[in-house]
């Protein structure tokens, strides 16, 4: 069966991937319109997507390598679904603290807020709800930002929901770690699935390019930096 495919691109190459090394926390790379703990904390997140991609890269390498290590396969797919939920937390948290800061006077009156996840800013933007909050998340690049958030939610979902998550060696990339899921729309268990086939890479790149304009829009220092 010819099944619907989806695989992100960062729009540059893999090669321009660029670690952090700034791995303790900075006052200057903490959100400014975020304070406390939940700030340091979503900086954490951030940083511990990143210690799980290059754990999945180094049991990818043990995985490909002459001197094959059992287990290296499943040993990867767990640091990656352990980056995908720390990307998921870590904007979470960023969308949750921007709402509260863009909407403290509804947040007062409430107690509640309203838009608090990836999921719920992209319907938000759909139905043209919260602008402020849209604008500051989306800011000038919002195809491109909408696009990352898109494959984040359904990567995260699908994990969540645990529809036929692939274990088999057969489905891993030799070049570079890859993520497999299957979204099915609706959670119709007998519909068509969509494939998902994003290399890790990508998503980190996206991740870093997302995080760090946030950290922007809240007049915080780049974490990432990624090269162009």
Not at 73 to 96: A, G, P
Not at 181 to 207: C, E, K, Q, S, W
Request: charged share 20%.
């Amino acid at each position: 069966m010819d099944l619907p495919k989806e695989n992100y691109d960062a729009g540059r190459p893999a090669s321009s991937y660029r670690p952090s090394h700034d791995l303790h926390v900075n006052i200057t790379n903490v959100p400014q319109t975020i304070r406390g703990v939940t700030g340091m904390a979503i900086v954490r997140y951030a940083l511990r997507a990143q210690a799980h991609y290059l754990a999945a890269e180094q049991h990818h390498r043990d995985a490909f390598s002459s001197t094959y290590k059992l287990g290296a396969i499943q040993h990867m797919q767990d640091e990656l679904e352990l980056m995908i939920y720390c990307m998921r937390k870590s904007l979470d948290q960023f969308i949750q603290g921007i709402y509260s800061s863009t909407y403290s006077k509804e947040l007062g009156e409430t107690g509640k807020v309203a838009v608090d996840s990836v999921g719920s800013v992209l319907n938000a933007r759909q139905k043209k709800t919260v602008p402020e909050l849209v604008r500051r998340v989306f800011g000038d690049d919002e195809g491109k930002i909408c696009r990352f958030l898109t494959i984040l939610n359904i990567v995260s979902n699908c994990y969540k929901h645990g529809y036929f998550l692939p274990d088999s060696l057969a489905f891993a990339s030799p070049e570079r770690p890859n993520i497999v899921l299957f979204d099915i729309a609706n959670r119709a268990i007998l519909g068509t699935p969509t494939v998902h086939n994003h290399a890790a890479v990508h998503l980190m790149m996206g991740y870093q390019d997302v995080f760090d304009r946030l950290l922007a829009e809240t007049g915080a220092r780049p974490l990432f930096s990624p090269a162009k």
